[in-house]
């Protein structure tokens, strides 16, 4: 609020000032055209008040925020894991209202409201669809830009988001930025000219995002927010044709290994069987002889592999890539993936390592969110490959990892895959880092799978999924314990073997977070468990964490309006019962009494809690 009054204050007299233009009170100067305003000589007494009147109003908002900080700042020293599970649970904590605008909370009251009428946002989108047929979609996405867009995401570009960025980073809150494209690019669809093949098309789009997300790194890597992260969807980097390929290459390798295996492990009979049955036949003798070499090996060692040990026996960016996939196949159906398969799956990791490796070298984080079941190992296994190449740490070296996983704990094997992960970064010595979420496709991966006839890969109850998700939670701060006790040392993000996202809505599992960080001796300071809402939803859990020291995150999306319409349905057709449930009606009361309040002057005017960027550290 500070910010915006003196900056407000500062443009309605820069005509008054002949010299050089102060920077902006966040640190970034002002932009070229302002630069050369200031320049323009005054001429009148009342200009000369007007510039008088700024600068008081500049230091006195000075000392206004200064005096806040040291506020903040005592909180944390005197706070602790009991008042801040008590605010918590304080459903009447104004905290997060009190830091937005009326105009901001107003906004929240209207969209609320909106949202608390399920047919409303089953029928969205079949009323955006008809607005499309009927070449209508101007005034429609108007009004969606307008309202939702305005709520729910940051801008149409990262750079519209700094703004947003730096007014959570005032209360002590990150971001994660999101391009949330998920409708097709505006590229013209040409028919594919000989030698470009059937995902050419498909690749152009990726190379468009690619660009993309390189840009969203930087503006992360560059705003006052020092802690940003970016999220992206390995589908944005892929033909989904060829994703698909993937994830049932893998899949059928793990059925394989589970019908060969005895007793967890697979011998070198075992593993003859999966060469036979699942993997392309050798092209050649030389192919031939180095998997029968390995045989040879594995046998006369009387040796057997584990579910670890023989993924990555055929890891597709292991050294035995060759020996195992290289192929002359170019028919779909004889083989799981074929020689142009691969080709593209090799442009595919190198888009996804230009993005990571530029991260890399900025210390922006990677979360890679969790998609759809029918890519999901496909993504794992994308994601594991990128954490052994990038979470490793150097000798000496202060840094903390750059890529997340991310685990739907609604899923009936996210338990299972989340600790074989952790013993897999325990074996390769790269840290384990991960986001914790419930999922976001239960509507339709319940309805893909009633359809083509399997069992659901969702938890039947959500009970099930409450005790999946809290009980991951306990698993890797049980780990973290352990660690600290092992080592006799305090965790940090350079010295933890595992960094995790708590990132939920969920009160509950919230304010058992912090109570388990606190059995087990967690420090909230030590940046090695974070905290994760969306943008402009839970701000008071949001706004209470940071409050209290604990590294907090916003997703915060952003993209073209009629690309990010399939993200704002999606988001709340997920969220329909969120959002209008009791929970939410509550938080409505809130804005309205802050509202009345400040109509009435019975409620202080809108507040910025500002902390320092150290509490945050993660």
């Known amino acids: 609020m500070y910010r915006m009054l003196t900056q407000s204050t500062l443009r309605n007299s820069r005509l008054l000032c002949s010299k050089p233009p102060p920077t902006s009170f966040v640190g970034r100067p002002f932009s070229t055209q302002a630069q050369k ?11 000369s008040v007007a510039l008088t009147s700024s600068f008081y109003i500049y230091s006195q908002s000075i000392v206004q925020a200064e005096a806040m900080k040291n506020d903040l700042a005592s909180t944390i020293k005197n706070s602790n894991p009991s008042v801040t599970i008590a605010e918590l649970q304080d459903k009447d904590n104004r905290i997060a209202v009190q830091a937005k605008s009326t105009q901001e909370l107003a906004m929240a009251l209207f969209i609320y409201r909106l949202c608390s009428f399920p047919w409303l946002v089953d029928a969205a989108p079949y009323l955006i669809s008809a607005a499309e047929r009927l070449h209508l979609q101007d005034p429609v996405y108007w009004l969606i830009k307008q309202t939702f867009f305005r709520h729910f995401c940051g801008g149409e570009t990262s750079e519209e988001c700094i703004s947003s960025m730096d007014k959570l980073a005032q209360s002590g809150i990150n971001c994660i930025l999101d391009l949330s494209v998920e ?9 594919a000219h000989d030698g470009q093949g059937k995902y050419h098309h498909d690749e152009q789009q990726a190379d468009v995002i690619l660009k993309m997300i390189k840009s969203c790194i930087q503006t992360a890597a560059g705003g006052r927010n020092s802690n940003a992260m970016v999220a992206v969807k390995v589908t944005a980097f892929s033909p989904p044709e060829l994703l698909l390929r993937l994830n049932q290459a893998i899949a059928s390798l ?17 593993l003859s069987q999966v060469i036979q049955t699942v993997l392309p036949p050798a092209k050649d003798q030389e192919q031939q002889n180095q998997r029968q070499s390995i045989l040879d090996h594995l046998e006369c060692e009387k040796g057997a592999l584990d579910l670890l040990e023989f993924r990555k026996l055929f890891n597709l960016q292991g050294p035995g890539r060759h020996v195992w996939w290289e192929t002359d196949q170019v028919d779909p159906k004889q083989s799981l993936l ?3 398969d691969l080709e593209a799956y090799d442009r595919m990791i190198d888009r996804v390592n230009q993005a990571c490796s530029l991260a890399h070298q900025l210390d922006v984080g990677i979360m890679v969110d969790a998609e759809q079941s029918y890519f999901q190992d496909a993504i794992d296994h994308v994601a594991v490959n990128l954490q052994r190449k990038y ?25 299972e895959r989340l600790e074989l992960d952790v013993e897999l970064s325990k074996r390769e010595n790269f840290v384990f880092s991960a986001k914790l979420v419930r999922g976001a496709y239960m509507v339709s991966e319940r309805k893909r799978a009633l359809d083509m006839g399997y069992a659901s890969p969702i938890h039947d109850t959500l009970e099930d999924t409450h005790a999946s998700y809290n009980g991951g939670v306990k698993y890797l701060l049980n780990k973290l314990r352990q660690h600290q006790e092992t080592t006799n040392e305090p965790l940090s ?29 967690i420090s909230p300071y030590s940046g ?88 945050t550290t993660a």
């Open 37 to 47: 305003s200031f320049r323009v000589p005054f001429k009148t007494i009342s200009a």
């Open 183 to 191: 409708a097709d690019l505006h590229l013209d669809k040409e028919p």
């Open 254 to 270: 793990d059925q394989s290994f589970f019908k060969h295996q005895v007793d967890g492990h697979i011998n070198a009979h075992g």
């Open 338 to 340: 074929t020689s142009e």
């Open 391 to 415: 979470n490793r740490r150097a000798k000496n070296e202060q840094k903390g990892p750059t890529i997340y996983n991310t685990y739907q704990m609604y899923t009936k094997s996210a338990r």
């Open 493 to 521: 993000v350079y010295n933890s073997p595992i960094i995790f996202m708590v990132a939920s809505h969920n009160r509950d599992s919230v304010i058992l977070t912090v109570d388990e960080m606190e059995k087990n001796q």
């Open 528 to 615: 090695v468990v974070l905290f994760g809402q969306l943008f402009s939803m839970q701000d008071q859990i949001s706004y209470t964490l940071a409050r209290h020291g604990y590294a907090i995150y916003k997703y915060l999306p952003y993209g073209m309006i009629d690309e990010v319409i399939p993200y704002l349905l999606r988001r709340a057709q997920e969220n329909s019962a969120v959002l209008g449930g009791a929970g939410v009606a509550h938080e409505r009361q809130l804005i309205w009494d802050e509202l009345k309040g400040r109509i009435t002057g019975n409620a202080s005017a809108d507040v910025s809690i500002t902390t320092t960027e150290t509490t």
